[in-house]
C-alpha cells in the first residue's frame, strides 16, 4: 500500500449534481496530484496542488475545481455533473512539486453518472 | 490528451514465459515510467527512468528509456500469475509535472 486514502470509494450521481473527492496523502508528501481514468483507458491529468496552491493543470474544464489543506490533503469538486465525468478519479501524492519525487497513487472513487 | 501509444493491447500467455511490451510517443519525455495496476487498485509504480539509454531492473522485470526519448519497453522475466493486471507507461516532460499515460498493455497469465 502507498499510504494514500481516498474517500469515499463508490459514489453515483446524477447528471447536474455537484461532487466532492477526498484525498490524504502519504506521511511526509506535500504535493497531490488528481488523474481520471475512464473505463478502459490511462489514466488523464487533472491538476497538480504544491502547498495548497495549484500547480499545473490538464485540459479540464473550470468545473474541475480543487483545493489542499495545511495538512496536504485535497479535494476535488466537479460541478454540473456529465454523464461523462463518470470514471475512477485517482489521487496521487508526491514528496514535492520537483520532477524527480515520484508519485504514489491511491485506490481511488469510481464516480458513476446517471 | 494520452499522445503514448502502447502496444500490444493485450498478452494472453502461460507461467514461465517472458513477456515484452513497448510504448511510443510522437513527443519527447525526460522520464518514463512503467506502472501496474490491478482491479479495484491504483496504480502502483514498477520502474522509473530518467536517463535516455537507461536500463534498469526490479526484480523479473527490466526497462529501458529509448535513445530518442520517444519511447520505452518493459519486459518481464518467468512470468508467474500474480504478474495478472495492467501495465500503463508514463512520460513526462520536463516543463512540467503531469504524468502522460498509455491506454494500457492487460496481460492474463495461465498456470
Known amino acids: 500500500e502507498t499510504g494514500v486514502t481516498q474517500s469515499p470509494t463508490h459514489l453515483i450521481k446524477t447528471r447536474g449534481q455537484q461532487v466532492t473527492l477526498r484525498c490524504s496523502s502519504q506521511?511526509?508528501?506535500?504535493?497531490v496530484s488528481w488523474y481520471q481514468q475512464a473505463l478502459g483507458q490511462g489514466p488523464q491529468f487533472i491538476f497538480q496542488y504544491y502547498r495548497e496552491e495549484e500547480n499545473g493543470r490538464g485540459n479540464f474544464p473550470p468545473r474541475f475545481s480543487g483545493l489542499q489543506f495545511p495538512n496536504y490533503s485535497s479535494e476535488l469538486n466537479v460541478n454540473a455533473l456529465e454523464l461523462d465525468d463518470s470514471a475512477l478519479y485517482l489521487c496521487a501524492s508526491s514528496r514535492s512539486g520537483r520532477a524527480e519525487d515520484e508519485q504514489f497513487f491511491g485506490p481511488g472513487t469510481r464516480l458513476t453518472v446517471l | 490528451g494520452q499522445q503514448l501509444n502502447q502496444s500490444p493491447q493485450s498478452m494472453f500467455i502461460q507461467e514461465g514465459e517472458d513477456v515484452s511490451m513497448n510504448c511510443t510517443s510522437s513527443?519527447?519525455?525526460?522520464?518514463w515510467l512503467w506502472y501496474k495496476q490491478d482491479p479495484g487498485e491504483g496504480p502502483v509504480l514498477l520502474i522509473a527512468l530518467y536517463k535516455a539509454g537507461e536500463l534498469t531492473s526490479n526484480g523479473r522485470l527490466t526497462a529501458q528509456f529509448g535513445i530518442t526519448r520517444k519511447d520505452s519497453f518493459l519486459n518481464i522475466s518467468a512470468s508467474i500469475p500474480s504478474d495478472v493486471g495492467i501495465y500503463f507507461c508514463?512520460?513526462?516532460?520536463?516543463?512540467?509535472?503531469?504524468?502522460?499515460f498509455g491506454k494500457g498493455t492487460s496481460l492474463l497469465v495461465t498456470p
Open positions: 513527443s519527447i519525455f525526460n522520464t
Open positions: 508514463a512520460g513526462r516532460r520536463d516543463s512540467g509535472y503531469a504524468l502522460n
Open positions: 506521511s511526509g508528501h506535500n504535493t
